[in-house]
């Protein structure tokens, strides 16, 4: 599996760490949940270990049975991309072209 960076591993770590905290909350095992989510107690266990080798389509499962699954989708809402905002209006061009043919005359 490709190394990641630390700052990746601290994130993981802290999304597992919740994620069991959710559960928790809820009051189901770990074998209740890996039920509900369709895949394996490992997988469970993997997901709050903060394993950054779970797929992402588990993870979405996770977030799915604690009632979460919108928190996920929100999370590169282009509308909600301040970098990518700025990023836009630095780049923008100082005019723009007419897209009509030089030959196609106004009516």
């Known amino acids: 599996m490709k190394q990641v960076t630390p700052a990746v591993s601290r994130a993981v770590a802290r999304i597992g760490s919740s994620f069991k905290t959710a559960r928790l909350r809820r009051r189901?095992?770990?074998k209740d949940m890996a039920m509900k989510m369709g895949v394996s107690l490992g997988t469970v266990q993997r997901i709050e270990r903060g394993d950054p080798g779970v797929a992402i389509g588990n993870i979405a499962?996770?977030?799915l049975c604690i009632n979460c699954l919108e928190k996920l989708e929100s999370v590169l809402?282009?509308?909600l991309d301040e970098i990518g905002a700025v990023m836009d209006a630095v780049y923008l061009p100082k005019r723009a072209r007419s897209t009509i043919p030089k030959n196609q005359s106004a009516d």
């Open 28 to 30: 189901l095992s770990q």
């Open 61 to 63: 499962m996770a977030f």
């Open 77 to 79: 809402d282009p509308s």
